[in-house]
């Protein structure tokens, strides 16, 4: 079993900034791929953004040049840095790992979740 912990989330004004964090622990292989997702009330998860294996990151085009993907493989921790937030970004954010098949983007693909951070933008 692989564990997933999410932090960093909070409230923050349109045009701000917030890091979030995933640490993962267990049966975790440090370098695995994982991804963020987030969900908005009313709309299905959404892959946002994901770092592979070796190092390459793609990106959903509602988040491509405000969000980055970055990892410490000797902490086993995932960062997710937004920038220039804005309101539509408001939703529950989660990372994920173990995808098992088909794209990143589906959350259907993935096997392990964290809980989940909260991130609102007012306008």
């Known amino acids: 079993q692989v564990q997933l912990m999410e932090s960093g989330g909070g409230s923050v004004q349109a045009g701000g900034s917030l890091r979030l964090s995933c640490t993962a622990s267990g049966y975790f292989n440090s370098g695995s791929r994982m991804a963020w997702f987030r969900q908005a009330p009313g709309r299905e998860r959404e892959g946002i953004a994901v770092?592979?294996?070796?190092?390459?990151?793609d990106y959903a085009d509602s988040v491509k040049g405000r969000f980055t993907v970055s990892r410490d493989n000797a902490k086993n921790v995932v960062y997710l840095h937004m920038n220039r937030l804005e309101p539509e970004d408001t939703a529950v954010y989660y990372c994920a790992a173990g995808l098992y098949g088909g794209s990143w983007r589906l959350a259907s693909g993935w096997n392990y979740w964290g809980q989940g951070t909260q991130v609102t933008v007012s306008s």
């Open positions: 770092i592979h294996s070796r190092g390459m990151t």
